[in-house]
Nanobody, 127 residues
Framework: QVQLVESGGGLVQAGGSLRLSCAASGRTFSSYVMGWFRQAPGKEREFVAA????????TYADSVKGRFSISRDNAKNTLYLQMNNLKPEDTAVYYC????????????????????WGQGTQVTVSS
């Protein structure tokens, strides 16, 4: 069992930066694939980024490549999302998620591949 708690959201102007954190409880955090998703009002939850359990493999949605960076500190049981050059279209509730399952060949872009979710943190980017 893993519990996830996001923090670091807020209001920022376009072009600004934010760093989201996701604190995980449980001793098996280091063995989970972790991801970030976001959901804007009236839209479906969408993939942002994912990172493998040792942290060597990272994938990003095309919309955030070159601007966002996912990382993890397994010693601190914490997942991060560094968001730079934010745009108004990045406005959404951001969720961290953990997957305890192995899906061969997957880069874990689907919400259905994750079994643990945080409560979300709001990110608002003003123009």
């Amino acid at each position: 069992q893993v519990q996830l708690v996001e923090s670091g959201g807020g209001l920022v102007q376009a072009g600004g930066s934010l760093r989201l954190s996701c604190a995980a409880s449980g001793r098996t955090f280091s063995s989970y694939v972790m991801g970030w998703f976001r959901q804007a009002p009236g839209k479906e939850r969408e993939f942002v980024a994912a990172i493998s359990w040792p942290g060597r493999s990272r994938t990003y949605a095309d919309s955030v490549k070159g601007r966002f960076s996912i990382s993890r500190d397994n010693a601190k049981n914490t997942l991060y999302l560094q968001m730079n050059n934010l745009k108004p279209e990045d406005t959404a509730v951001y969720y961290c998620a953990g997957s305890s399952e192995y899906y061969s060949g997957s880069t874990y872009p689907w919400p259905s591949e994750y079994d643990y979710w945080g409560q979300g943190t709001q990110v608002t980017v003003s123009s």
